[in-house]
């Protein structure tokens, strides 16, 4: 079955003609057995289109077909029955199929100008990320992890259980990023081609976004049998009965990579015990399945839990690497400071270098 997709043109976003081919077949990961891909290729109007228009399941594996004309496009993957926004920007000018991509989880501020989808807009930060993938030949895939579960931005509430497990960064992020991993993987060209290579697919995120980085890489396979999920905010502690989840099991390609921004590294007692204690070799189960580079300013308030979980993470001999930006803090990825192209360098270059290594 062929589903035709009239061109439509929106502000910055050329959304071209797309066909959806529909090919029934085994599901790639039970991890991703509640994703599916919304056929309609869309701009701003249909933010508010309903969940009937053309929903396809992603057990029926559909591969999206793309045009070599094709630029910046707009579409939507259901996760957990939540309609989420991910913007694929298509480099010009490139050598057509094999490229590789990285998907872009946003901070806690979200992904659009004024915290609003409707202006069919990315964020300033998003938008030159989206330039710099350009310039470099990335395929890049900025997922929206707020809006369509009805939250602006992290704060009031959403910053504290259990209405944050909502947006968490520990189990329901991760699951969106593997939604968009998954739309990549099935875009292809007319003849066929893969307009991404599987195996080349890294991860970015900022704040809360580095965070759910950390955790869409965690490895599943260093869970402790008689492991308990819990978190604890403000003294108390939180399980499975109050909301909170297991990671998002691993598939059997994920990521090649992911590089964190300024994230923290607690996961409110998520992965145990503090990276900072004393039992933190022990205690702590977090270590990831593939490597990360972590960006961290010197005044950032999250930097020591995560030069902590660095330096666990190195005795436990995962493949991580850190930078360390001396003068900056938080946010410094869209502050006014010298460091902030020194570290988008840093962070395209060591991307290249993981594809280069698969």
């Given at each position: 079955?062929?589903?035709?997709?009239?061109?439509?043109?929106?502000?910055?976003?050329?959304?071209?003609?797309?066909?959806?081919?529909?090919?029934?077949?085994?599901?790639?990961?039970?991890?991703?057995?509640?994703?599916?891909?919304?056929?309609?290729?869309?701009?701003?109007?249909?933010?508010?289109?309903?969940?009937?228009?053309?929903?396809?399941?992603?057990?029926?594996?559909?591969?999206?077909?793309?045009?070599?004309?094709?630029?910046?496009?707009?579409?939507?993957?259901?996760?957990?029955?939540?309609?989420?926004?991910?913007?694929?920007?298509?480099?010009?000018?490139?050598?057509?199929?094999?490229?590789?991509?990285?998907?872009?989880?946003?901070?806690?501020?979200?992904?659009?100008?004024?915290?609003?989808?409707?202006?069919?807009?990315?964020?300033?930060?998003?938008?030159?990320?989206?330039?710099?993938?350009?310039?470099?030949?990335?395929?890049?895939?900025?997922?929206?992890?707020y809006s369509g579960r009805g939250v602006s931005t992290r704060s009031g509430k959403w910053t504290t259980a259990p209405d944050n497990f909502k947006i968490s960064s520990q189990f329901i992020r991760p699951r969106d990023a593997y939604a968009a991993l998954d739309v990549l993987r099935k875009l292809k060209l007319e003849d066929g081609t893969n307009l991404v290579n599987p195996k080349d697919v890294g991860l970015l995120g900022f704040s809360d976004g580095a965070s759910a980085v950390a955790s869409t890489l965690y490895n599943t396979n260093k869970t402790p049998a008689d492991w308990q999920w819990t978190q604890t905010f403000d003294g108390k502690e939180y399980n499975s009965s109050s909301g909170v989840l297991a990671p998002a099991p691993n598939p059997e390609t994920g990521f090649a990579g992911g590089v964190f921004y300024y994230g923290g590294s607690g996961g409110y007692n998520y992965w145990g015990a503090s990276p900072c204690g004393g039992n933190a070799l022990n205690g702590n189960v977090f270590e990831p399945y593939a490597p990360m580079l972590y960006q961290i300013p010197s005044d950032g308030y999250l930097t020591e839990n995560t030069l902590c979980m660095i330096d666990v993470l190195k005795e436990k001999g995962a493949p991580v690497e850190f930078r360390i930006y001396e003068g900056v803090g938080h946010g410094f990825d869209f502050g006014d400071n010298n460091k902030r192209a020194i570290a988008r360098t840093n962070a395209i270059n060591w991307f290249k270098k993981i594809f280069e290594n698969n």
């Open positions: 079955m062929w589903l035709p997709l009239e061109s439509i043109y929106f502000k910055e976003y050329q959304i071209a003609h797309v066909l959806i081919n529909i090919n029934i077949m085994k599901m790639l990961t039970q991890s991703l057995s509640k994703i599916y891909l919304l056929s309609l290729i869309i701009g701003m109007s249909c933010l508010s289109c309903s969940q009937d228009d053309a929903v396809l399941s992603a057990l029926d594996s559909p591969e999206v077909v793309v045009q070599q004309s094709t630029k910046d496009t707009l579409v939507y993957a259901i996760v957990d029955n939540y309609k989420i926004p991910i913007v694929l920007s298509i480099p010009e000018g490139c050598d057509s199929g094999g490229h590789s991509a990285v998907v872009v989880m946003h901070g806690s501020d979200g992904m659009w100008i004024d915290h609003d989808p409707k202006t069919g807009k990315m964020s300033g930060q998003n938008s030159e990320w989206r330039e710099l993938f350009n310039a470099n030949c990335i395929i890049g895939a900025f997922v929206d992890s």
